[in-house]
């Protein structure tokens, strides 16, 4: 069934929105801009970010089917979402259309007669986020099987480009997320000691997050000491951190949905000269690479830079030296791009990334530091406040 409600811009709880509406507006802008530009006639969207990005949406059933509609032209979005969802649209929505099903009828039916109405003929081209992770493979044979003669785009990287340059709201939003990321630490440090374990430090960093107002996370935490540490990924266990334990740990802060990570390694006291040897290297595969980082800059070159500074170690380099982070949900906060050789984006002014080599996996340990970093009209800022040179506590 489809609800047409007043114009939300008069709604009198209007003010709940996340952003000004003339923001919401110049994303249905420059994507109408986007798509007019790749010759689509319809985007449907369902990355829970895209439903965020262009109608306010922020629902806690991201498992029940949802998506966005936009005909190439028009001013405004239209909304497909669950019943259960639908109190959520009134307050958190700008658009006039929101279409809502229930269980016992077919959203997928409604998606294809939604894009009928919207004239999904022949010859017309309907772009999909093909490489989301909400995408299911039943609608999209569904989708073909009903719309033989249309022809279905990849849109995935386009849309998330969309979202890269960031606004003063989001930059906004991205610093209020980073601090509560350094509360995290924080609250690690004054809990680390010998004969504690990685679950109650955790329930130390969450109740200080939720405190402060910390929203929920899109990935679990990280909390690894000793040899879990060497996993690389790691939820907190009941481990018992000893003296001396290296303790790996990637917190992140959320405020409306904008998720800032901050990744390191420390120690439960003292070092051996082994860990400090390890940390003085991963040390420098951040620092050198940062003072490349300004607009023009290639994130390749970040990379390149960070991987041949650990280059001793390249068998334990296990992953990219960074993402791009922002707007998220489960199951990653991981946004365009990556920091990784071979991707020659082209660092610009209001990008926001996060910047975190590692040496992993390497003799049971895995040495990380990281932060969240605006790059800037002259060069880059980091968000979180953390002393950077942190690395044992209790010593």
């Known amino acids: 069934m489809s609800v047409q409600t007043n114009d939300l811009r008069q709604h009198p709880n209007a003010k709940v929105l996340t952003f000004a509406l003339q923001e919401f507006e ?57 019943k259960a969802e639908k ?88 610093r209020k997320a980073a601090g509560f990321s350094d509360l995290a630490l924080q609250a690690t440090a004054e809990m680390l ?3 504690v374990s990685e679950l109650e430090v955790l329930a130390a960093v969450q109740s200080r997050l939720a405190l402060a107002g910390s929203e929920y996370p899109t990935l679990p935490f990280i909390i690894a000491s000793g040899w879990r540490s060497g996993t690389f990924h790691a939820v907190p266990s009941s481990k018992i951190i000893e003296a001396g334990d290296p303790l790996l740990f990637e917190f992140t802060g959320s405020w409306k949905r904008y998720n800032s990570n901050l990744c390191r390694t420390v120690v439960t006291g003292q070092a051996s000269d082994r860990l400090l040897d390890l940390w003085k290297i991963n040390y420098e595969s951040f620092w050198r690479p940062f003072e490349l980082i300004r607009p023009g800059a290639s994130v390749s070159d970040i990379d390149r830079l960070s991987r041949d500074i650990r280059g001793q170690y390249s068998d334990s380099i296990v992953a990219r030296a960074g993402f791009g982070m922002g707007l998220s949900y489960p199951p990653t906060f991981a946004q365009y791009p990556d920091i990784l050789v071979g991707d020659e984006t082209v660092l610009e002014p209001g990008m926001i990334f996060s910047l975190e080599p590692s040496i992993s996996q390497f003799e049971g340990v895995t040495i990380s530091y990281g932060y969240n970093i605006l790059v800037t009209k002259s060069g880059a800022e980091i968000l979180q406040k953390t002393p950077k040179d942190l690395f044992e506590i209790n010593a």
């Open 26 to 82: 110049n994303r249905v802008s420059r994507l109408d801009a986007m798509l007019q530009k790749e010759g689509i006639d319809i985007y449907l969207g369902h990355a829970p970010e895209s439903l965020n990005y262009f109608t306010g949406f922020d629902p806690l059933g991201i498992y029940l089917y949802e998506c966005v509609f936009f005909q190439t032209g028009a001013k405004e979005p239209s909304l497909l979402t669950h």
């Open 87 to 174: 109190e959520l649209t009134v307050f958190q929505c700008w658009i006039s259309e929101i279409i809502i099903w229930t269980h016992g009828h077919d959203p997928v039916q409604t998606t294809i007669d939604k894009l009928r109405a919207l004239g999904a003929t022949a010859g017309k081209r309907v772009g999909l986020e093909m490489a989301n992770w909400y995408l299911r493979a039943d609608l999209y044979k569904a989708l073909t099987v009903a719309f033989p003669e249309v022809e279905f785009v990849d849109v995935t990287q386009k849309i998330m480009r969309l979202r890269t340059i960031k606004s003063p709201t989001e930059i906004k939003y991205m």
């Open 193 to 195: 000691r010998p004969g």
